[in-house]
Each structure stands twice: as C-alpha cells, then as structure tokens.
C-alpha cells in the first residue's frame, strides 16, 4: 500500500511540473530544438574505416565530413562538394605520367589523379584529443573516466589536407578491418605493398603506437595544407561516389594518438566507440543500450541548405530555407527501440518526429487507392501525418547457381527452364501479398533512378513481360509451361527420366514467420508443375554453400554503395564469382560478352554510348535470367506535420542535417494528444479501498462469530 | 557452517569448469570461428584475409582444445579454450568480439535490470503471499474459489500479452506513463513502474496458487490447531504461525532467484526499452559473439550456486533445527 501511495504521489508530482506523465524525455528538454528518432540495432563500428552498414552511416554521416556528398534535393542523384572546395579536378596520364586530354581513349589511361581542394576554415568537434594536456594520462588518472564527457579540458584544430591523407593511409592499418581495404588497393597507387609495409612494421614492434605518418603511402599526396591528390590505377569514375562515403573523412591523428593510450581501451574508449569528426554534429552521448545522442558541432559553418532543387521543390516549401547554415536542429535523439509497437505507438503520441511503417501497422497507416496509389489513412490525416515514398537503390532477388547441373549453365535447356521459371513467379502477386504493395518487380538488376535503368515499354523484361495497354504485364503460365516443355520438362516431368523436376531453394528464412512466403512461393513452382524443395539452414551454413558453389537457388539482395549501374551488375561480373574468385557474384554467372561489355561499360562517364552499352548487358541478363529479378523495395516514411524539409533521399545518409522542426507545434499538438486520462486511477483506488473494506467486515464478523 | 561454505564454494570449481566447457563445446560445435569473423564483418566486400585477420587479432586463429604446434603446458594454455576461459575464474571477462569490455557492459546494465526485477521479486512476494494468506484465510468460501478462478485465469495468459495490453492501457490510452525508454536516477520511476506492475501481475496466478497450497498443508497441522485452541485471531494464526512455519518451502523458490535478479528479462527489458542485462546473451548468441556468451553463462552459473548456497543459509535462519555441517 506503501508503494502504491508512493507511486501515486510521484504521478502527482510528476503531473505538478508541466510534464506529461507519458513523455519519455526530460522535462528539460521540452521546447527545446531537438529532433527524436529512434534506432533497432547499435551500431557494430563508428570508426569511419571499418563502419559499412546502413545502421552505421546513420550516424556517421552527420559526424564526419568526406569531400563530397548527394545533392539533397537533385535527382538524379548528383554529387557535391562536402569538404571539398569544388568538385575534384581530375588529371588523366598515360603510363610514362604525360597528361591525356579529357576525353582521352580510356585504354591509354594508366592513372587518375584526383586533387581536392578542401575549404579552408572547417574545425573539429570539440574533444579532449586536441588537447596537449590529455596524451600524458597514467590509467591511474582515468579513475572517474567512463565517457568523452568526464574529461574536462577539450580543444579543437582546424581540418587540414593532411587529415584526409592520414585517413587512407588507414584504411589499409593492419588492426583495423576496412571492408574496402581489398578494392581500394587495387585502384589507389601504391596501396598493396602499403599495408604489406604497415603489417611488417607492426610485427616488428607490436604493440607500439603504429605511426602512419612514418610510411609514404605513393598514390595520396599532401600538396599543402588545405589540398591532397590521390592517385588511382585507369579510369575509374566510381571513385568519386567513394569520395562521397565517411572512408574518406578527415581523420585527425592526435586522435589515434589519443584513444592509444594505457587504459582507454578498458573503459570503451576508442574511436570506433567515440568518433572524432568535422561534421555537423558529434557524438555527445553514447549508450547504445539505451539512447546515442547528437549535438551541433559548435565549429561547423561550412555549408548552407541548398539554394536550388527540382521543379516543385519550392512550391512544396522545400527551398523555405534556402541559404540558412546547418545544421537546421540543435541536437538529434536517436533511442533504441527494438519493438515495432512501442516504436509506432510512440510516433503517433508525437515523441517520434518520423517513423517508418511495419507490416503490423501497415493498415492503419496507409490506404491504397483503386489506382496503385499510397496515401495516408484518414487517422493519420486528422493528426496531420503525411506519407513520403522512394524507391530504394537497392533489389531483392532469387538468383540460380550457374554450376548446377539442371539449371544452371549456358545450355538452352537450362536457359529456357529458367525462363519458365521467371515467368511463373509473380513478383508482383509477392510485393501486394508480403510487402503490402512497398515495391515494384524488377525488370533487372539495376533499380529507377540508376543510369542504364529504362522506363516503360524499353525497359521491359520481354522474355517475362509484354507491354499492353501501357503496362508491363506478366506472360501467361501457358507461357511459361510451353518454354518447360521445350526445356524438356512438359508438365513438370523430365522427359528423359520420367521423374518429376525438384528444385532447391537454399534459405535462412525457416522459421513460422517465413512460412507463408516460402509456401507462396512453392505454389508459384506448383503453377507449372515443378516442386520446390525448400531447404532451410542457418546463415552460417547458407554462406558457406554460396562460398562452395553448392546450393541451386538462394535469397539475396543488395544495396547499393553508390549510384552506378556498375555496382549493380558487377553482382554477375564472372570474373568476380563467388566460389572460384570469393567475389560478389553469388550466382557464379559467366557469360563472355556480358563480361567484355561489363570491363568496357565500368570505366565510361554517363553517356548515350554507355547506355548502349548497358541495354545490351541487360538484354544478355535478360535471356540468361541468371536470377530471378525479384523486386526493389519502396521506402515509406511517416513525418509529424511539424516536420520540415522532408525529401526522400536514399543515398544521403546526411539528411537529418537539412530536417527543420516547428519545436512550439510539436508542444502544442504533443499536450493536447498526451493528457492524462485520471478516472481510472481513481477508480482503481476505491476498487481497492472497497476491497480492502470488505475484507474487513468480513474478518470482523468472523471474529465476532467465533 | 564455514566448512560447509567453504566446503561448498570448492565444489562449485569443478561445476563452473563443466559448464565452461559445455558452453564452450556447444558454441564451438555449431559456430567455427570463420563464421564468427563472418558474422562480424558482415556480408559485402568480406575477404578470407579480413576473415584470418579477425581471427588473429581475437585469438581465434589457435586450436580448440590442444595445440600440437607447442610444447609442454602451452600445448593446453595456446589455445582457444584456455585463454578464452581461464581469466572468467578471477571474473576478467575480457572483450567483446566487437572491442568492448564486457565487465564494463555487465557494471552497467546491471543497475537497470536491478531497477526492474528487484522490487518486482519483492512487492510481488508480498503480494503473492497476501494473496495466498487471503485465499487461505477465506479458505473453501465463494471468496476464496473466486481467487482461484482469478488465477487460473491469470496463469492462462501469455506474458507478451500482459505486456501488450498494458503498454496499451495504461500508457497508449491512459497516457499515465511512458510507452517505452529508461532513464537514470530518479527519472527511472516513471519508467519501471509499468514493467514492474505488469511483473507482478503476470506473477500472481502462478505463486499465488503455489503459496496458497504450501499454507493449506500447513494449517491443517497440530500446531495450528493449538493456536486457535489458545484463542488467537484467524489473522494472528496465520502471520504469525502458519507463515512462519511455511517459510521453509516458500523460501526453497525464492532465495535461489535472489542472485539471478542480476540477469534481468529478456521480453520486459526489450518491450519497454530497458537497457539492461537480459537481452545481452540473447543479442550475443544472435552476433555470434563466443566471449559475451561464455561470460554470461559463467555469471549465471556462478549467480545460481550463490543463490542455492543462500537458500541453504537461509534454512538456518527461519529453523533453528537446521544445522549446516
């Protein structure tokens, strides 16, 4: 009863200093410029050199500034510069480093050299690193020390051409995993025998501090202070949208220097668990069990919200801001949230700025008209929630192993199998079933908004699809059974034996929430007689039949590192097969002219002529139907009217920069949603206060009985 | 009582050593170490050079159990087993296979898995039990077979439910607390008072009907009959009596979950948001990460013989009868 009374007056007082009772921030934070979003997963890595995932740039993004970066609001999408004072200025040279024109044939071009100019004036986030004081520190002096925040004394220093230097250097640094590190080296100068040197220099004195600086790296140059040159191997226009990713950051060594010391490591303080950036913001709160939390880079005005977009950009309020310094809002909330229902429950009572939508909650959110399109439900609309849509850089497919007997290989049989196969499976049926409608069936593997990506009638998968009434539209399954027969297959049955066809699906996906895909997708099968044998294993298994070549179908999918048709069909380059070379290209495809076209189509600038080049890759792709094209998945993203400067952007990992909120709507709408329903507590009590009443009346009379 | 607690503490050694390597043994036999550098690298762009560098680096790179490359006592010290296991003794749990400390994460998600299951394990005992002396008292009355309908009912229900629906009442339409989240201090209450609430209520079928059985064995015993003879109230025979004399069950069950309130929940911590230890060894298991695991299993075992050897004190202090020898 005690607890009880305690728990009431704690409501009480609760409900006493102006905070709702149900708000899970604190009351100090209310009305101030904070944006709240939430994250499923912590991050494995923040050090900029080995982080990779999606879940990881999130963060990063608004932590480091790379040279360059994605246009907010331009689509295609266009780089810009970042750091950078311009764009690259890049310098082609023939093997004995004479200058090649521009347009120099790409044959003659032995380097590329890529000089950046950094903008002068950018400093970093305030930390203890830049301070001379904190490299002398005895573990004895780090007792109180659990977080950046408990050492008193920061500094900062402005960004030079040499901290970019420094961070390639370290991509290649023996202790540190940059997933990259193998496919930088075989374009940057001198990077292969770099960290050959770094690994024998680390052997030789292990455990010292490994200082890169000692060790010229041939392909970086620092030209003076604010600009750097990085040599590649060819052409390779790619390189560019690297520029583009937190690997190129500037990185300072004091902070390597720094977190190096005796005793940091026991406390988590390193920089993969603290970053040191130039970015927009910094890390000023890392508990990832719990919330990280991002605050404005007090030195960061190097950049302003974009003073030009698309047509309509302006009409739809997007340029309102035009010329402003960013970053817009003050500190971000990013807090765990593992549970969908929490989540959402908490975006609709306003304490999530934006959210995305789950299947659960799917058709509460959204409401699909007669004519494909997504809108809001009429709840969301009273609250005054609107829906923002994109298609993802990235797909989704089933791919067939080339080395597999039965269906895999160059051979007609194999190939029109396949055929009858892509025709049956309704990746349409599969996006309005399982993805409530959030995709659209691939017609190859490069997604909308890629070059080489072809809309309508030329863009079509004809050997799956015909165009009618300005559609694709799926070919029968008279279709798909004919191409069966011909394949030596009628009905099903293998002509030659008799024995009824039985393809093998490799997967992950065993457990009951799967059942229902995998059951869908063996009556896809069923359509043409075929059975579909589904053989669920675990991932480490699943990997290790890719990497060996043994399975005969698969799930995968991809996502894009950039947006080039390159890093699309390198998926089925055959010299990067998965079990003969431990490349990509899981399907183990190989077909001569798709790879001469693919060595050909990767180094070429986006022009008519590569186009060409890309329509009959996907031609050859088409026919082969090494995968079964799937899908690409559509984001949908729910934001609070006090939203501002809410595009889709599905490259810039850096968006939340340019976000603006309306702090005193937010208040407003967050009071009048969140009041305090009292009746029931109320209720309760004299529930209880009538039970414990009656209970002793009743032990009254009993006594009085006995 | 000291021998039988030394006595007792020595034979855990050899226990603890067990487990360590069944846990060892049936990570290792469904994870290689490849798929653990696998499972950390990710997915795109992995090499086998990333994959034997991970291995280097953590150690995963020396045999399982013997190494046959080295001589003398390194033949069974270099390798796997011994180095991942033998510091966990003087509790040095060491690194996480991601470079965290895991003594350091365990320090810190301790408090809020404290926060929750402590005063869950402790107002729902005095619930439970009140309930059970209530049922007890009002014994084969309407009252008393409504109580155990109620908790037919009760048990009947999934704890996901509990969650569920009071995530829903109490904070979705009611707006009384929040839906989700943690804080430090002070803050914390508002916070916990849902997951503990919704603890005790999940708890009280269940203990409440196994409280109220023990009590029911003991009121009908001569004892008890001699205190109402003597003409003590109903209520007086039963908290001061019947309780007394039921401790000996009642504190079998509890005192032994005493120590493993450490380890937290899994479903509560994840719903509400709570960062605390009871999904570290399901999030370690899932990340493959052997060094979270085998340091969780080692705590947990360790916890587990805490808390029977406390059961045992226990007896001795409730019956004087008892003698530890």
């Given at each position: 009863?005690?607890a009880l009374?305690?728990?009431?007056?704690f409501?009480l007082?609760?409900a006493?200093?102006?905070?709702?009772?149900?708000?899970?921030?604190?009351?100090?934070d209310?009305?101030?410029?904070i944006?709240?979003?939430a994250?499923?997963?912590?991050?494995?890595?923040?050090?900029?050199?080995?982080?990779?995932s999606?879940?990881?740039?999130?963060?990063?993004?608004?932590?480091?500034?790379?040279?360059?970066?994605?246009?907010?609001?331009?689509r295609?999408?266009?780089?810009?510069?970042?750091?950078?004072?311009?764009?690259?200025?890049?310098?082609?040279?023939?093997?004995?480093?004479?200058?090649?024109?521009?347009?120099?044939?790409?044959?003659?071009?032995?380097?590329?050299?890529?000089?950046?100019?950094?903008?002068?004036?950018?400093r970093y986030?305030?930390?203890?690193?830049?301070?001379?004081?904190?490299?002398?520190?005895?573990?004895?002096?780090?007792?109180?020390?659990?977080?950046?925040?408990?050492?008193?004394r920061?500094?900062?220093?402005?960004?030079?051409?040499?901290?970019?230097?420094?961070?390639i250097k370290r991509?290649?640094?023996?202790?540190?995993?940059?997933?990259?590190?193998?496919?930088?080296?075989?374009?940057?100068?001198?990077?292969?025998d770099?960290?050959?040197?770094?690994?024998?220099?680390?052997?030789?004195?292990?455990?010292?501090?490994?200082?890169?600086?000692?060790?010229p790296?041939?392909?970086?140059?620092?030209?003076?202070?604010?600009?750097?040159?990085?040599?590649?191997?060819?052409?390779?226009?790619?390189?560019?949208?690297?520029?583009a990713?937190?690997?190129?950051?500037?990185?300072?060594?004091?902070?390597?220097?720094f977190?190096?010391?005796?005793?940091?490591?026991?406390?988590?303080?390193?920089?993969?668990?603290?970053?040191?950036?130039?970015?927009p913001?910094?890390l000023?709160?890392?508990?990832?069990?719990?919330?990280m939390?991002?605050?404005?880079?007090?030195?960061?005005?190097?950049?302003?919200?974009?003073?030009?977009?698309?047509?309509?950009?302006a009409?739809?309020?997007?340029?309102?801001d035009?010329?402003?310094?960013?970053?817009l809002?003050d500190?971000?909330?990013?807090s765990?949230?593992?549970?969908?229902i929490?989540?959402?429950?908490?975006?609709?009572?306003?304490?999530?700025?934006?959210?995305?939508?789950?299947?659960?909650?799917?058709?509460?959110?959204?409401?699909?008209?007669v004519?494909?399109?997504?809108?809001?439900?009429?709840?969301?609309?009273?609250?005054?929630?609107?829906?923002?849509?994109?298609?993802?850089?990235?797909?989704?497919?089933?791919?067939?192993?080339?080395?597999?007997?039965?269906?895999?290989?160059?051979?007609?049989?194999?190939?029109?199998?396949r055929?009858?196969?892509?025709?049956?499976?309704?990746?349409?049926e599969?996006?309005?079933?399982?993805?409530?409608?959030?995709?659209?069936?691939?017609?190859?593997?490069?997604?909308?908004?890629?070059?080489?990506?072809?809309?309508g009638?030329?863009?079509?998968?004809?050997?799956?699809?015909?165009?009618?009434?300005?559609?694709?539209?799926?070919?029968?399954?008279a279709e798909?059974?004919?191409?069966?027969?011909?394949a030596?297959?009628?009905?099903?049955?293998?002509?030659?034996?008799?024995?009824?066809?039985?393809?093998?699906?490799?997967?992950?996906?065993?457990?009951?929430?799967?059942?229902?895909?995998?059951?869908?997708?063996?009556?896809?099968?069923?359509?043409?007689?075929?059975?579909?044998?589904?053989?669920?294993?675990?991932?480490?298994?699943f990997?290790?039949?890719?990497?060996?070549?043994?399975?005969?179908?698969?799930?995968?999918?991809?996502?894009?590192?950039y947006?080039?048709?390159e890093?699309?069909?390198?998926l089925?380059?055959?010299?990067?097969?998965?079990?003969?070379?431990?490349g990509?290209?899981?399907?183990?495809?190989?077909?001569?002219?798709?790879?001469?076209?693919?060595?050909?189509?990767?180094?070429?600038?986006?022009s008519?002529?590569?186009?060409?080049?890309i329509?009959?890759?996907?031609?050859?792709?088409?026919?082969?139907?090494?995968?079964?094209?799937?899908?690409?998945p559509?984001?949908?993203v729910?934001?609070?009217?006090?939203?501002?400067?809410?595009?889709?952007?599905?490259?810039?990992?850096?968006?939340?920069?340019?976000?603006?909120v309306?702090?005193?709507?937010?208040?407003?709408?967050?009071?009048?949603?969140?009041?305090?329903?009292?009746?029931?507590?109320?209720?309760?009590?004299?529930?209880?206060?009538?039970?414990?009443?009656?209970?002793?009346?009743?032990?009254?009379?009993?006594?009085?009985?006995? | 009582?000291?021998?039988?607690?030394?006595?007792?503490?020595?034979?855990?050694?050899?226990?603890?050593?067990?487990?360590?390597?069944?846990?060892?043994?049936?990570?290792?036999?469904?994870?290689?170490?490849?798929?653990m550098?696998?499972?950390?690298?990710?997915?795109?762009?992995?090499?086998?050079?990333?994959?034997?560098?991970?291995?280097?680096q953590?150690g995963?790179?020396?045999?399982?159990?013997?190494?046959?490359?080295?001589?003398?006592?390194?033949?069974?010290?270099?390798?796997?087993f011994?180095?991942k296991?033998?510091?966990?003794?003087?509790?040095?749990?060491?690194?996480?296979?991601?470079?965290?400390?895991?003594?350091?994460?365990?320090?810190?998600?301790?408090?809020?898995?404290?926060?929750?299951?402590?005063?869950?394990?402790?107002?729902?005992?005095?619930?439970?039990?009140?309930?059970?002396?209530?049922?007890?008292?009002f014994?084969?009355?309407?009252?008393?077979?409504?109580?155990?309908?109620?908790?037919?009912?009760?048990?009947?229900?999934?704890?996901l439910?509990?969650?569920?629906?009071?995530?829903f009442?109490?904070?979705?339409?009611?707006?009384?607390?929040?839906i989700?989240?943690?804080?430090?201090?002070?803050?914390?209450?508002?916070?916990?008072?849902?997951?503990?609430?919704?603890?005790?209520?999940g708890?009280?079928?269940?203990?409440?009907?196994?409280y109220?059985?023990?009590?029911?064995?003991?009121?009908?015993?001569?004892?008890?009959?001699?205190?109402?003879?003597?003409g003590?109230?109903?209520?007086?025979?039963?908290f001061?009596?019947?309780?007394?004399?039921?401790?000996?069950?009642?504190?079998?069950?509890?005192?032994?979950?005493?120590?493993?309130?450490?380890?937290?929940?899994?479903?509560?911590?994840?719903f509400?948001?709570?960062?605390?230890?009871?999904?570290?060894?399901?999030?370690?298991?899932?990340?493959?990460?052997?060094?979270?695991?085998?340091?969780?299993?080692?705590?947990?075992?360790?916890?587990?013989?805490?808390?029977?050897?406390l059961?045992?004190?226990?007896?001795?202090?409730?019956?004087p009868?008892?003698?530890?020898?």
């Amino acid at each position: 009863m005690k607890a009880l009374l305690a728990a009431l007056s704690f409501l009480l007082l609760a409900a006493c200093d102006g905070g709702l009772w149900n708000d899970p921030y604190p009351v100090a934070d209310g009305g101030k410029d904070i944006l709240y979003t939430a994250f499923s997963e912590r991050p494995k890595h923040l050090d900029p050199a080995q982080a990779y995932s999606e879940n990881e740039y999130e963060f990063l993004a608004l932590i480091y500034s790379p040279p360059l970066q994605y246009h907010y609001l331009k689509r295609p999408y266009q780089l810009v510069p970042l750091a950078a004072s311009a764009m690259p200025r890049v310098t082609f040279l023939d093997r004995n480093r004479r200058v090649l024109p521009e347009k120099a044939d790409p044959a003659r071009i032995a380097y590329s050299v890529y000089e950046i100019h950094i903008k002068p004036g950018m400093r970093y986030q305030p930390h203890p690193a830049f301070v001379s004081a904190n490299y002398m520190l005895d573990p004895a002096d780090l007792g109180g020390v659990y977080g950046l925040n408990d050492f008193v004394r920061t500094g900062t220093r402005e960004v030079t051409a040499a901290d970019y230097a420094y961070q390639i250097k370290r991509l290649v640094h023996p202790q540190l995993h940059t997933p990259i590190a193998a496919v930088m080296s075989e374009y940057i100068v001198g990077m292969k025998d770099y960290a050959v040197r770094l690994q024998a220099a680390a052997r030789e004195h292990p455990g010292d501090f490994l200082d890169l600086n000692r060790y010229p790296l041939p392909g970086v140059e620092v030209v003076d202070g604010m600009t750097y040159r990085i040599t590649i191997h060819g052409k390779y226009p790619q390189f560019a949208y690297w520029l583009a990713m937190p690997f190129f950051s500037p990185m300072p060594q004091e902070a390597e220097r720094f977190y190096a010391q005796p005793g940091m490591r026991e406390r988590n303080l390193s920089l993969d668990w603290w970053p040191v950036g130039s970015g927009p913001y910094y890390l000023s709160e890392n508990e990832p069990n719990r919330r990280m939390v991002l605050t404005r880079n007090p030195f960061y005005d190097s950049e302003n919200y974009p003073g030009e977009g698309q047509p309509g950009d302006a009409q739809a309020g997007l340029l309102a801001d035009a010329g402003k310094p960013l970053p817009l809002i003050d500190r971000i909330v990013f807090s765990l949230e593992k549970e969908t229902i929490p989540y959402w429950n908490k975006f609709l009572q306003g304490y999530y700025d934006a959210s995305g939508i789950s299947s659960d909650s799917f058709d509460q959110a959204v409401q699909v008209s007669v004519s494909g399109e997504a809108n809001v439900s009429d709840a969301m609309k009273t609250q005054g929630i609107t829906l923002s849509t994109a298609v993802a850089t990235s797909t989704f497919y089933t791919g067939f192993n080339w080395l597999d007997a039965t269906i895999g290989g160059n051979s007609e049989r194999a190939r029109k199998l396949r055929q009858a196969i892509a025709i049956a499976v309704d990746f349409e049926e599969f996006v309005s079933i399982f993805a409530n409608g959030r995709g659209i069936a691939a017609q190859s593997p490069i997604p909308p908004g890629i070059f080489g990506y072809r809309d309508g009638k030329e863009g079509i998968n004809r050997y799956v699809y015909d165009w009618a009434d300005g559609a694709p539209k799926r070919k029968s399954v008279a279709e798909a059974q004919r191409l069966l027969a011909e394949a030596g297959y009628p009905g099903g049955v293998d002509a030659g034996t008799k024995q009824p066809l039985v393809i093998h699906l490799d997967t992950t996906s065993g457990g009951v929430g799967n059942k229902s895909r995998l059951d869908w997708l063996r009556k896809q099968f069923d359509k043409i007689g075929v059975q579909l044998d589904v053989r669920s294993t675990d991932y480490n298994r699943f990997q290790d039949k890719l990497r060996r070549g043994d399975t005969q179908m698969y799930y995968f999918g991809w996502n894009a590192d950039y947006p080039d048709p390159e890093n699309f069909l390198f998926l089925l380059h055959g010299p990067q097969a998965k079990a003969s070379k431990g490349g990509e290209n899981a399907s183990n495809y190989a077909n001569p002219e798709f790879d001469r076209l693919f060595e050909q189509m990767k180094n070429m600038d986006n022009s008519p002529a590569r186009q060409a080049i890309i329509d009959r890759m996907l031609e050859i792709l088409r026919r082969d139907s090494p995968w079964l094209w799937g899908f690409h998945p559509k984001n949908y993203v729910l934001q609070h009217q006090w939203l501002r400067n809410i595009k889709p952007n599905i490259m810039a990992n850096n968006k939340l920069k340019y976000w603006r909120v309306d702090v005193g709507q937010r208040e407003q709408l967050r009071r009048s949603w969140n009041q305090p329903e009292l009746g029931p507590l109320w209720l309760a009590g004299a529930a209880l206060l009538l039970f414990a009443g009656g209970i002793w009346l009743m032990l009254r009379r009993r006594e009085e009985a006995r | 009582m000291i021998a039988y607690l030394i006595r007792r503490i020595l034979y855990a050694v050899p226990i603890l050593i067990g487990v360590n390597l069944l846990t060892f043994a049936l990570f290792f036999v469904v994870n290689t170490p490849d798929d653990m550098a696998r499972m950390q690298l990710g997915i795109k762009r992995v090499t086998p050079e990333a994959i034997e560098k991970w291995k280097q680096q953590r150690g995963y790179d020396k045999p399982l159990f013997v190494n046959s490359a080295v001589g003398g006592t390194d033949k069974l010290t270099d390798t796997i087993f011994w180095q991942k296991s033998a510091s966990m003794f003087v509790f040095d749990f060491g690194y996480s296979d991601d470079g965290r400390s895991i003594g350091r994460e365990i320090a810190k998600r301790m408090g809020p898995s404290l926060a929750i299951a402590l005063p869950t394990f402790l107002i729902g005992l005095i619930v439970y039990v009140s309930f059970a002396l209530l049922m007890t008292l009002f014994r084969a009355t309407a009252l008393d077979m409504a109580g155990v309908a109620l908790c037919v009912l009760l048990m009947s229900i999934s704890g996901l439910f509990y969650i569920i629906g009071g995530q829903f009442v109490v904070s979705k339409l009611w707006h009384l607390v929040p839906i989700s989240g943690y804080a430090g201090g002070a803050d914390s209450f508002k916070f916990v008072v849902l997951p503990i609430l919704i603890g005790i209520a999940g708890g009280v079928g269940s203990s409440s009907r196994w409280y109220r059985t023990i009590f029911l064995e003991e009121i009908g015993k001569d004892y008890v009959r001699t205190a109402r003879a003597k003409g003590l109230s109903e209520l007086r025979v039963l908290f001061t009596h019947v309780l007394k004399n039921a401790m000996i069950p009642i504190l079998t069950g509890v005192v032994v979950v005493i120590p493993l309130l450490f380890m937290g929940s899994l479903l509560t911590e994840s719903f509400f948001g709570i960062p605390g230890l009871g999904s570290y060894t399901i999030d370690a298991i899932n990340a493959q990460d052997f060094s979270v695991v085998r340091a969780m299993v080692f705590l947990g075992s360790v916890l587990y013989i805490v808390g029977l050897i406390l059961t045992d004190v226990s007896y001795t202090v409730v019956d004087p009868r008892v003698r530890l020898q």
